[in-house]
């Protein structure tokens, strides 16, 4: 463990943890000045965005970074997006090129994520890039995640608000019980919009594929996401660490996980298997019986979580098309699937 996270436990454990922890309060001015009141005394809490529940803490100072690694049991090396109001306050961080510049103009706020080289001077807790020469940043949507920023003054870095290597939650009751013991506070404004975090980008590269797909944010490129790419010049998708290296959050081969085995690409349920069902494919549950992909992305979450408490031994998950937005859904499935 990292020295500072090790030194932490103990201080972030006795400040902030209790058996009765979290509370949930309801998303208004209260929660928000209560939140910023913990964050200013260097703790985390949970709070909603329009991609999934994120466990927010001053993004610099270095222990408070190290209490969302402490609380999530999260590894030292996976890296934190940091999420700031708006662009001017990101250029304060990171160096914008002209190709992250426009993204950030065209999608912020919104669920896209850009990582750039670190500014020098940008302040920012070494913990929250792991060591990279990189930062993960994004101006959010929500209002809650904006008012939080508002109310603290202070960049806030926010890994969703789970157990590391868990089911990401999309609505407060998954946080709790994920990070139950671990953390004081839980902002509630209902289910995510998305269902997905979110888009990760690099140049014109796709390191985490999200809410806003390839059309999205390369139409006219020429280029499929399949594609490697030969040059920063061109897009590409690519999910997967490079030479073994993680340079974005939400790239670890195991990730999104139940605690139950997942097959994929099912048409019917095998004995002892909760099936998860998409479009003509019906099951226990459904991402959308319409088959509507933007549907199947925010129900994701929600449905794997009632399959993991659901008493089957097993999850089984229909056949996602791989497009648009069902590259990332199908992203999540395959980490979800993938054997630990």
Not at 43 to 55: I, K, N, Q, R, S
Not at 113 to 121: A, E, G, I, K, Q
Not at 135 to 147: E, G, K, L, S, Y
Not at 294 to 300: I, S, V
Request: net charge negative.
């Amino acid at each position: 463990m990292c020295p500072l996270l090790s030194a932490c436990r103990a201080r972030y454990s006795a400040a902030w943890v209790s058996p009765t922890n979290p509370r949930i309060l309801p998303y208004g001015e209260a929660a928000i000045a209560e939140a910023a009141r913990v964050i200013a005394a260097g703790g985390c809490v949970a709070v909603p965005t329009e991609t999934v529940y994120g466990l927010a803490a001053d993004a610099t100072d270095s222990r408070a970074v190290a209490g969302i690694y402490e609380a999530k049991g999260r590894p030292s090396f996976n890296p934190l997006i940091v999420h700031v109001p708006d662009l001017a306050a990101a250029e304060r961080i990171a160096e914008f090129d002209d190709v992250a510049r426009d993204l950030a103009r065209r999608f912020w706020p919104g669920p896209l994520t850009l990582v750039l080289p670190v500014r020098s001077d940008a302040g920012i807790a070494s913990l929250v890039t792991a060591g990279l020469e990189t930062i993960a940043i994004r101006v959010p949507r929500h209002r809650a995640m904006q008012a939080l920023l508002a109310a603290s003054g202070k960049p806030l870095a926010a890994p969703s608000a789970n157990a590391s290597g868990g089911i990401s939650p999309t609505r407060a009751a998954h946080v709790a019980a994920s990070l139950a013991g671990r953390i004081p506070l839980v902002i509630d404004d209902g289910a995510t919009e998305a269902g997905l975090e979110s888009t990760i980008v690099r140049g014109r590269e796709i390191l985490r594929p999200g809410p806003l797909t390839f059309e999205d944010l390369f139409s006219g490129e020429g280029r499929s996401p399949g594609e490697e790419s030969g040059s920063p010049d061109n897009a590409a998708l690519r999910p997967s660490p490079e030479h073994g290296k993680v340079v974005a959050p939400g790239q670890l081969d195991s990730h999104y996980a139940p605690s139950k085995p997942v097959r994929l690409n099912a048409t019917e349920a095998s004995e002892g298997e909760w099936l998860i069902g998409f479009g003509d494919v019906s099951g226990d549950d459904s991402l959308s019986i319409a088959g509507d992909l933007t549907e199947a992305a925010a129900n994701l979450f929600d449905a794997l979580h009632r399959a993991d408490a659901a008493p089957a031994n097993a999850i089984a998950v229909a056949s996602i098309p791989e497009t648009g937005i069902g590259i990332a859904i199908n992203d999540r499935l395959r980490r979800a699937a993938h054997p630990r």
